[in-house]
């Protein structure tokens, strides 16, 4: 068991540290107030293979591992949570293709979302199948040389904005061995979208839903095999609960740091409010809840890229601590901060706000329990 990272993995790291203190931190504020989607920024990010961390480089990808991405997530939502988070996403859709689509699907979407010179989003929840993904509607026929596809889908980052779709359709039995996964282009007729999305968080990336009405698309842009697309929904969930893990982790270290120096600065009573043995034991509680929850994220990592029999467990577990414990910490820092805390001046209420929906996306931190207990109980 050596928890020591390798020369690569510090260098990998601290790319993507200063990547995000000098080219998202400073306009993480900016970016949240204008609800501005930073495409510039996300792609000087693919410049340095962010955008296809453990996408194979055949293809332009940085063929990287799950332990890596954890890492490069975790600074990257030191700069800024919302836009990371995003990136998680495009890396997750852009997986899908690479791991499952045909070679010729592969050569023809993945150099340009490697680039970022297209963007990718994920649709699987639909209004009626959110935590109960194999119930959703949206249904795929075959007509001839092409799928037609119609229905519609609910809180997709990236909605309207982005260039390709990697959709769940269903195309056969109820249940999840009916779904199938095909990639849609933006452009294509009978593909829409509904109105910008107004939220809590997550102000940098658009949310909208997306509409499929008699939308045809080639045959050759089905994802793997007929009936194949929950498999290849979970396998990508499992990369993405890791990689918003990672998020929380990284935006919860970002207000650790500020609150300490903030409490060294801060004087009540006559001294600095870090003198006081109340305050610094909360303090020594958010370190050690967020080490814990790093070295599980990061075992549950390494089961996701080796296919451990118990890697979507592990994963669920990661997922569930890491989103859990982030909010908490950043939610007592916001306290530690007092009333600033709640200002927009300080970035504390910013973070608050973008973590609260890791507790929700890429399965509720509730389907993570079930998911745990019923690998505990069901095997």
Request: include cysteine; glycine fraction near 10%; hydrophobic fraction near 45%.
């Amino acid at each position: 068991m050596d928890f020591a990272l390798t020369a690569d993995q510090r260098a990998i790291a601290e790319a993507a540290r200063a990547f995000a203190r000098h080219e998202m931190a400073p306009h993480a504020k900016a970016w949240d107030e204008a609800e501005t989607f930073p495409l510039d920024t996300l792609r000087h990010a693919a410049a340095l293979g962010f955008a296809s961390i453990y996408v194979k480089d055949d293809v332009g990808g940085s063929g990287l591992t799950r332990f890596d991405a954890a890492l490069i997530f975790e600074e990257l939502a030191q700069g800024c949570v919302s836009t990371a988070a995003f990136l998680s996403i495009h890396n997750m859709a852009s997986w899908m293709i690479d791991a499952f689509g045909s070679e010729a699907l592969r050569q023809r979407y993945l150099p340009s979302l490697c680039t970022m010179d297209r963007v990718a989003s994920y649709c699987l929840t639909e209004p009626g199948a959110g935590s109960d993904a194999a119930s959703l509607r949206t249904r795929a026929r075959r007509d001839g040389d092409h799928w037609v596809l119609d229905g519609d889908k609910a809180f997709i980052s990236g909605g309207g904005v982005s260039d390709v779709y990697v959709v769940m359709a269903r195309t056969g039995e109820a249940g999840p061995r009916g779904i199938s996964c095909f990639v849609v282009e933006t452009g294509t007729p009978g593909l829409s979208f509904g109105a910008k999305e107004k939220k809590l968080g997550w102000k940098t990336q658009p949310t909208a839903a997306v509409h499929f009405e008699n939308c045809r698309i080639p045959a050759g842009n089905l994802v793997g095999s007929e009936g194949q697309g929950f498999k290849i929904a979970m396998a990508g969930l499992d990369g993405g609960r890791l990689n918003i893990g990672a998020c929380s982790l990284g935006g919860a270290q970002f207000c650790l740091d500020q609150t300490v120096d903030y409490m060294r600065q801060r004087k009540q009573f006559g001294q600095p409010i870090a003198d006081f043995q109340a305050l610094r034991f909360r303090i020594a509680d958010y370190a050690t809840e967020l080490e814990a929850a790093r070295l599980l994220l990061r075992r549950a990592a390494k089961a996701v890229a080796d296919r451990e029999p118990n890697a979507t467990q592990l994963a669920a577990m990661a997922k569930r601590l890491a989103t859990d414990v982030g909010f908490q910490v950043v939610d007592g820092c916001l306290q530690l901060h007092g009333g600033y805390g709640y200002l927009r001046d300080f970035p504390i209420e910013r973070v608050l706000r973008d973590l609260r929906v890791h507790r929700i996306l890429e399965g509720t931190n509730e389907i993570m329990r079930l998911i745990i207990s019923r690998g505990i109980f069901e095997t």
